[in-house]
């Protein structure tokens, strides 16, 4: 953090009108407002360099992941005249939030200053359940009940790929200026999709335990549970800038405070609860194919016309509608004619939430060219699904679908008179005009260069046939072959959709749309399901691919930031958003050329 140029012209001025004593420098560290702490509630590592405020570089701080979430740093400066005497300090403080109870240890560390080393008394920190634990502090506090995070699932007991709903829900007796989330970790053993409504979160008055709060959704998330078991979500933590009632002095503002007819804004941080599910399987003896659809579906199929020429396309719809985790249906099963010739699918996909769980629709449009003519029929397309309101698998399908297919036809050709022979003679009398040519005799054939362009020609052309021919194939018949050639062109549509969203004000969609990009690119590159695909499970997968460490990291720092900001106050700024594209289109060039 830069110092202030003020501060930095007050310590000038002492420095050559008053006597200023030698000072040894020391450094200590301690924990404010306590060594005890509520969980959920923020704590303060201070490392206080006196004497001097020559420190060389940043102090390397133990990592307190195991406990705490770390929030941020910043720096104070102290200057002191007593008896004509100045004494000046310089703390560096790091924020945190604590996350797990227990009582753990703060090792002691190295603080480089004024040109020496020092090493830190090691800490420890007791992390209690409540506020009673909590030691007292001297300044203005938020209680816990006048501000907390509730997490309410539609459901705490499922199947096996049956949807929920979770929201997290902020509950307030003081007014908040301001929040940004500070930890959004992943749901393990779920499929999980962002359903937040997009712009400022919908204030409403709610009484909780007969006490009036102001409250509101600030995170909706779906989550389709991928196995059987208990599973526990891990809590959100939030940020927030709260005015409270304060006891500071009249002149704190003159430090840069915020003090107004007795109140002060000051930083805390809640944790909401973590949240347990448990998630049936589900039974067996499901009928093929199976979609893994918990819920309801209906399939309807269609061709865009009911004749056609061969060799002539035709488009056939197939959509599929319903309750339950629509997005992860499989492409369906076409039993189609041994003649017909089908091209990969276009797919479209619409979802939102209804009553506690997912509601959409899944369509396929394919290409489809016959090629010979005749009566020719569709089969029915089916799926199945377990209906979790009757308890049982059922199976929806459409009836089969008729196409009359025409022949192209050529015209016949009659026997040749003697006229058209005529004819044909005379053509070839004149094929060629002008005088006659003559040729030394006795040259080779073979020594020509025109002799040889003839004949390689043809099997270069027929070489290159082949290629593009086994290339058709594969892509028809190799899914992931398929997926990684269009990879790079789906990645650099998405850029573009993202960069187009930029120059708006739809803040969280258009970091949702480089995550998109991001998770998109990896998955059709290895040939991952993008449905559900985690940030861990994506590095793994990229790490047994021989990946760089460095790049893996910035991918996952380029993710976590996306989270990060789909879930933080709107912000427009759009020169932040076209650097952070930039930096997104870096990491898929550098990714991409890795995994190729």
């Known amino acids: 953090m830069k110092r202030s140029p003020l501060l930095a012209s007050a310590l000038a001025l002492l420095a050559i009108t008053t006597d200023t004593a030698a000072q040894d420098p020391s450094v200590r560290a301690y924990v404010s407002p306590g060594n005890t702490v509520a969980v959920g509630r923020p704590f303060i590592l201070n490392v206080e360099v006196s004497g001097t405020q020559d420190v060389g570089r940043d102090p390397v701080v133990p990592d307190l992941s195991r406990f705490a979430e770390y929030l941020g740093s910043s720096t104070q400066s102290s200057v002191q005249m ?107 053993g779920f499929w999980v999709e962002d ?38 979500i891990d809590p959100i933590g939030v940020e927030a800038q709260v005015r409270v009632r304060g006891g500071r002095d009249p002149f704190e503002d003159l430090f840069g405070r915020s ?48 004749s056609v020429a061969s060799n002539d396309a035709v488009t056939l719809t ?42 959409g629709n899944k369509t396929f449009e394919y290409v489809l060219i016959p090629r010979a003519p005749g009566l020719r029929e569709i089969p ?33 050709q009659g026997s040749l008179g003697r006229g058209g022979v005529a004819q044909l003679r005379e053509d070839i009398r004149y094929i ?25 020609f043809p099997l270069v052309a027929i070489g290159g046939a082949v290629v593009l021919r086994r290339h058709q194939d594969r892509l028809e018949g190799d899914l992931a072959y398929a997926r990684g050639r269009r990879a790079g062109r789906v990645a650099r549509r998405r850029l573009a959709r993202a960069r187009d969203l930029a120059a708006g ?39 047994e691919t021989g990946i760089d460490e460095s790049l893996r990291t910035e991918l996952v720092a380029c993710l976590e930031e996306t989270d990060r900001q789909r879930f933080a106050p709107p912000n427009d700024d759009r020169t932040e958003k076209s650097r952070f594209l930039d930096r997104a289109a870096d990491v898929m060039t550098a990714l991409d050329r890795a995994v190729r």
């Open 195 to 232: 359903v937040t409504p997009g712009g400022q979160p919908r204030v409403e008055q709610r009484t909780r335990s007969g006490v009036q709060y102001t409250t509101a959704v600030i995170r909706r998330i779906a989550l389709v549970p991928t196995g059987a078991g208990n599973r526990t």
């Open 259 to 306: 003090s107004l007819f007795g109140t002060n804004t000051i930083q805390t941080t809640v944790l909401a609860e973590p949240v347990s599910i448990e998630v049936l399987p589900l039974p067996g003896g499901a009928p093929l194919p199976f979609s893994g659809v918990v819920g309801s579906l209906a399939v309807s199929a269609e061709l865009d016309r009911d």
């Open 432 to 456: 060629r005009l002008g005088s006659l040519e003559l040729r030394r005799s006795g040259g080779s054939l073979f020594t020509g260069v025109g002799f040889w362009i003839f004949f390689l």
């Open 82 to 188: 007593i008896n004509g005497q100045t004494s000046v300090s310089l703390t560096i403080q790091y924020r945190y939030q604590a996350l797990r109870e227990g009582t753990f240890p703060i090792p002691s560390f190295e603080v480089a200053a004024a040109g020496q080393t020092f090493s830190t008394d090691p800490i420890e920190l007791t992390v209690a359940e409540g506020a009673a634990a909590v030691a007292p502090s001297t300044g203005p506090e938020v209680a816990p009940e006048d501000l907390f995070i509730t997490a309410e699932p539609s459901k705490r007991r499922v199947l096996d790929g049956e949807p929920l709903i979770l929201e997290y829900r902020i509950w307030t007796r003081i007014d908040v200026n301001s929040f940004g989330m500070t930890r959004v970790p992943e749901p393990e």
């Open 505 to 543: 004000d739809d803040h969280r969609s258009f970091y949702a749309e480089v995550a998109r990009a991001l998770r998109g690119l990896v998955a059709d590159r290895l040939n991952l399901a993008e449905a559900g695909l985690q940030t861990s499970e994506l590095a793994d997968a990229l790490a």
């Open 380 to 412: 029915g397309i089916r799926y199945s699904y377990f209906d979790d309101t009757a308890d049982a698998y059922r199976t929806t399908e459409t009836g089969s679908l008729a196409l009359v297919v025409s022949g192209t036809g050529s015209e016949g």
């Open 318 to 359: 197939v959509e599929v509608s319903g309750t339950g985790n629509v997005r992860a249906i499989p492409e369906p099963v076409l039993d189609l004619p041994p003649d017909f010739e089908a091209f990969p699918p276009e797919i479209s996909e619409s979802v939102r939430v209804a009553d506690g769980g997912l509601v």
